[in-house]
């Protein structure tokens, strides 16, 4: 079966959703043909039976990436010979397939990575417009997914979240995956040193997208205040976004921006204390990349998150936009290293346990099967 990927996100471009797309898509392309639709930021890697079809950028930007052209007709075009289509987001692309698949009567599934309605406003820049932003997002979510036939959901608060809004469209939940035999713990010191940090460093990390809403601030804030009593630790940030972000960590004593990382492995295993400041999540991929590489986690109460990570057995949470609470949290485990241990021991088990890609693929080809045997008998 032919199955297109829609998608507002990918390759070359780093970010959550384009990493799941890396590792499903191989997975699923050995039962259908894949042809993706995805914006033009650059060649991104061949894979056997996929295909990708880029679709020219505008000059528009919008939080730190810049937005698609909206390529409604040549979207139809290639929808028409689909049995299924399966979207990612609500962007030019997104929107264009889910109108396109409707109007084709194509069966529909889409996999819910954000909510929409709390990460747009965030990541708009001037304020008179995120007022407005908030209730028209909440309206273009509602008008787009109760067009699918099927939600795919990370969780069940997603799916909450989505029925509290009047999205009606049946929702199942598949839990992301992580590849625990490539995210492990490694060499610490090792790593450190490639990294360009001493064995004595601790090493306080976050990697993932650099956006607004991630509140990178906040964590620079604690810093500051460790910073201040610890000669030894050091920050380490990887990944890319907006500039403006980036910028503040650029150029700082004892910060290391290492910017966007191919393979992020050996700068996760070098870090000794993880932490996701973020305001809105749905699951982390890069929380749980840490956890799998035993790295204890300092979270906010964001998403599914909140289920997954338990206080003072595989993680810790602090109160959002805190930085006190947060360099408490920190001091902790810097001053306690048989507590980094444990709690980076307890988070890999939690997700050798519960988050596998294999089982994520087999789960999503399972519902894409019955979304479309369901519609050729209706």
Not at 236 to 258: M, P, T
Not at 369 to 376: F, L, S, Y
Request: charged content about 30%; some cysteine.
């Amino acid at each position: 079966m032919k199955i297109v990927i829609a998608t507002d996100n990918y390759l070359p471009r780093w970010d959550g959703i384009a990493r799941f797309l890396s590792e499903i898509i191989p997975r699923i392309s050995k039962e259908y043909e894949i042809i993706v639709i995805a914006p033009d930021f650059g060649n991104s890697p061949e894979m056997k039976n996929v295909k990708v079809i880029k679709i020219p950028l505008t000059k528009i930007t919008f939080g730190d990436f810049r937005i698609a052209k909206f390529q409604y007709f040549k979207i139809k075009k290639i929808i028409k010979d689909a049995d299924a289509v399966f979207t990612q987001t609500i962007g030019p692309i997104g929107i264009a397939s889910i109108l396109a698949a409707k109007n084709n009567f194509k069966p529909l599934i889409s996999f819910i990575h954000n909510i929409e309605w709390e990460l747009f406003p965030k990541a708009i820049t001037m304020s008179f417009i995120k007022k407005p932003v908030y209730p028209l997002t909440k309206k273009l979510v509602r008008f787009l997914y109760n067009k699918a036939d099927l939600l795919i959901v990370p969780a069940d608060n997603v799916a909450d979240m989505l029925s509290w809004q009047n999205i009606k469209t049946k929702k199942d939940i598949v839990h992301l995956g992580v590849n625990t035999d490539k995210f492990v713990k490694g060499d610490k010191n090792e790593a450190k040193k490639k990294a360009g940090f001493k064995h004595e460093d601790i090493v306080i990390g976050y990697h993932g997208r650099i956006g607004r809403e991630k509140d990178l601030k906040t964590l620079l804030r604690a810093f500051i205040r460790i910073r201040s009593i610890n000669d030894n630790a050091k920050l380490l940030i990887v990944g890319s976004g907006q500039r403006d972000i980036e910028n503040i960590f650029k150029d700082k004593v004892d910060i290391l921006f290492a910017g966007q990382q191919d393979d992020v492995i050996p700068w996760v295993q070098a870090m000794d204390i993880y932490v996701l400041p973020s305001l809105t999540e749905t699951t982390s991929l890069s929380t749980l990349e840490a956890m799998s590489c035993e790295v204890p986690v300092i979270s906010t109460k964001v998403g599914f998150v909140n289920d997954y990570l338990e206080e003072g057995e595989n993680g810790f949470f602090f109160e959002k936009h805190h930085p006190y609470d947060l360099a408490k949290k920190i001091e902790i485990l810097i001053n306690d290293s048989s507590l980094r241990t444990r709690i980076g021991h307890n988070a890999r088990k939690t997700v050798i346990k519960n988050f596998n890609w294999n089982t994520t693929s087999e789960n999503i080809m399972k519902l894409i099967n019955e979304v479309i045997d369901k519609k050729k008998k209706g």
